[in-house]
């Protein structure tokens, strides 16, 4: 079974953007610091994943609906963890 081209550049691609976000969300979860993240910035990012979700999925595409996937778990909980910590402020 070979790989279509668009594979060969989408598994990686995929694997590299989703591994990004890995640092930032086990940051995040383990200072609870998120001083430095935007929350408008974030919650734009976190629509546009599920977007891109949607999309890989209406197209058909495993690599960009699954990299898309874990990323959007990841940055839902930062996230979230912004926005908890945005409210507990005073």
């Known amino acids: 079974m070979s790989m279509e081209l668009h594979d060969i550049i989408g598994y990686p ?8 976000f890995i640092p930032q969300a086990w940051q995040s979860w383990r200072t609870r610091d998120l001083s ?4 408008p ?12 979700m949607v999309y890989g999925m209406l197209i058909g595409s495993l690599p960009v609906f699954a990299a898309n996937v874990i ?4 940055s839902t909980t930062v996230l979230l963890l912004k926005i908890s910590q945005q409210y507990r402020q005073p």
Do not use: E, H
């Open 13 to 20: 691609a995929a694997f590299l953007t989703t591994a990004a």
């Open 36 to 39: 430095g993240i935007s929350l």
């Open 41 to 52: 910035m974030y919650a734009m990012f976190t629509m546009g994943v599920a977007l891109w």
């Open 71 to 74: 990323t959007l778990l990841l």
